[in-house]
């Protein structure tokens, strides 16, 4: 190799990663990357205030977020007449930057899917693949989101990893304080 391919190699290795990085769904098309078979969604802005970060912290058993919303969009995803559950979009700190999911929640609180809608790391962007991401669907409340345990980790993405298991949980602990706040403003689990 000549001396400009080696120099040419070294500077590209030393290029920060801008591949991973990007906007793939929209605020609008979230809530049917998660609820496919939806026909309708009821969008609700929800103001993150001090009583609702309080309710949602008792819920997260000590495990704070890596950062609190001004507000959070939760879609009611609905078929027909009939509930499907709730799509709610969040955000978690990877290493540096914020990455925004949405968290679809049947209406027992388990998880129905999740998708990555921004990712703003250089790397790391594994976390967005359904073969990673298809780990959590059924997850409850109850279960871990422990890398090692019942999240397999992605080498080279450890932080990233952590930030989707904060942001499952995150949107279990909203959608538990939203029913506690208006549980008769629910339907089939569904708080609207």
Request: proline content about 5%.
């Amino acid at each position: 190799m000549t001396r400009v391919g080696i120099l040419l190699l070294l500077a590209a290795l030393a290029a920060p990663a801008r591949g991973q990085e990007g906007v793939f769904l929209s605020e609008e098309a979230a809530p049917g990357a998660v609820f496919p078979d939806a026909d309708r969604f009821e969008r609700r802005d929800v103001e993150s205030t001090p009583a609702l970060r309080e309710k949602m912290a008792a819920r997260l058993d000590g495990a704070q977020p890596s950062l609190w919303e001004e507000h959070y969009a939760v879609f009611a995803a609905l078929r027909g007449n009939s509930a499907l559950g709730r799509a709610l979009v969040v955000e978690e700190i990877g290493k540096h930057r914020p990455i925004t999911f949405v968290v679809g929640l049947k209406p027992d609180g388990s998880v129905q899917d999740v998708a990555v809608m921004a990712y703003r790391e250089a790397y790391g962007g594994e976390v967005r693949t359904t073969r990673f991401l298809r780990q959590y669907r059924g997850k409850g409340a109850a279960d871990p989101l422990r890398n090692g345990d019942d999240i397999k980790n992605i080498a080279g993405a450890t932080l990233s990893v952590d930030a989707a298991s904060r942001a499952v949980r995150k949107a279990q602990a909203l959608a538990a304080a939203l029913d506690e706040t208006a549980p008769g403003n629910r339907v089939a689990g569904v708080a609207r």
